[in-house]
């Protein structure tokens, strides 16, 4: 058996969830040879060491204390603020690391944090969990095919029922940082091709206070592709129906959509239509809850150098280089065109 340690800070609405998850592995993980144990930390010391010792994990003080007892690998589900500390910490202990999205709160912010990982020969994944979840990973393969023809619209949703609290928001980077960067993620991954514009609009009808902290609550932009193919990516965070995330994706030969099934908080206005039937998903947690499962699995994988890093920081650069460019659109009203990466980029 092959005994991993895993450390795990911060474990608040996300880092809970990876806790869990990295705890229940051991089902799938005990049958290949390897077996997974937790250390956690969160400056919230309380909690923590509740959530520790509800999972059976082990809770210390701090990160040092945490990266001082040698474990093999490092998750960081802080807030994206503290993202570059603790991604420069776990190179320096020379340990992977797996690391929320985004690699920091803005590309400037990202630029160093890369070049430490690369001085350093750091591997860090990014929580691009999409990457993972089965209907985009069809589609991915759909269009590899070439099963749709040429693509001519690409529409992407991202909608939460309710906001996270507004602290949360003040230290997001804004709507298209913090949410809508999935989407900018999965449509380079998904289509090969980079994004070279954009153009946002966005709107406040919901709490005040999300306008006073600087950001939206609902977005809307256009993207345009380096081949001249158009797309849309919508956000809001105040989606009653249910947590919606899909992506229509329309060829000159058929069509496809992600995330369209019995749970898909939408309805029909067409009479006699039923479908979708089904409860939808309330929270990213439900939505992804496989995709976020099989991204940690990944992670022990690349631990182990079984796999390739699924989700390389310097794409994840990428796409918050298209993320900043809507929020520059979203402040100036005009569109703006994405910062070209002089070192060039992968997918
Ligand atoms: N991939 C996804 O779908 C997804 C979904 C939600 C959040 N996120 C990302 O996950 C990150 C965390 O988001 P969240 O909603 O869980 O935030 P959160 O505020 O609920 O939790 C953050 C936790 O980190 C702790 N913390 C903060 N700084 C710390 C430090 N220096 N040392 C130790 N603990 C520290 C806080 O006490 C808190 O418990 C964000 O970067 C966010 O962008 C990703």
Redesign the pocket.
């Known amino acids: 058996m092959e005994h991993l340690t895993l450390g795990l800070?911060?474990?608040?609405?996300?880092?809970v969830m990876h806790a869990e998850n990295l705890v229940a592995l051991n089902e799938e993980l005990h049958p290949q040879g390897i077996d997974v144990q937790l250390v956690l930390?969160?400056?919230?010391a309380v909690?923590a060491r509740a959530v520790a010792e509800r999972l059976g994990a082990r809770f210390v003080p701090c990160?040092a204390e945490l990266l001082a007892s040698g474990v093999d690998g490092l998750v960081v589900?802080?807030?994206?603020a503290?993202?570059p500390e603790l991604i420069r910490a776990g190179v320096d202990a020379g340990v992977p690391v797996f690391c929320?999205?985004?690699v920091a709160l803005d590309v400037a912010d990202s630029l160093p944090v890369l070049e430490h990982i690369r001085s350093g020969g750091g591997t860090v994944q990014i929580?691009h969990?999409r990457r993972f979840d089965a209907g985009y990973l069809r589609a991915r393969a759909a269009l590899e095919a070439g099963e749709l023809g040429w693509i001519h619209s690409l529409r992407a949703v991202t909608c939460d029922m309710a906001p996270?609290p507004v602290e949360?928001l003040a230290a997001?980077g804004g709507l298209f940082r913090?949410c809508s960067v999935?989407d900018f993620d999965i449509l380079r991954w998904l289509t090969g091709r980079e994004i070279v514009e954009v153009y946002a609009r966005g709107s406040n009808n919901g709490d005040p206070a999300i306008g006073t902290v600087g950001d939206v609550d609902t977005a809307l932009a256009v993207v345009t592709f380096d081949d001249g193919t158009v797309g849309t990516v919508s956000a809001s965070r105040y989606n009653g129906a249910g947590h919606d995330v899909r992506l229509e994706i329309q060829g000159s030969e058929s069509s496809l959509t992600v995330g369209l099934d019995e749970r898909t908080a939408m309805r029909s206005a067409e009479p006699g239509v039923d479908f979708p039937s089904g409860t939808p998903h309330r929270t990213?947690a439900e939505r992804?809850a496989p995709a976020y499962r099989a991204e940690m699995i990944a992670f022990v994988e690349l631990i182990l150098g079984r796999r390739p890093n699924p989700c390389p920081p310097e794409d994840a650069v990428a796409a918050a280089r298209v993320a900043d460019a809507a929020q520059e659109s979203l402040r100036t009203g005009v569109p703006v065109r994405v910062a070209v990466d002089p070192a060039g980029t992968t997918r």
Not at 9 to 15: A, L, N, S, T, Y
Not at 77 to 80: E, N, P
Request: charge should be negative.
């Open positions: 800070v911060g474990v608040g609405r996300i880092g930390t969160d400056v919230a909690h990160v589900a802080t807030g994206t503290t993202h929320e999205k985004p929580g969990q996270p949360f997001s913090d999935h990213f992804f």
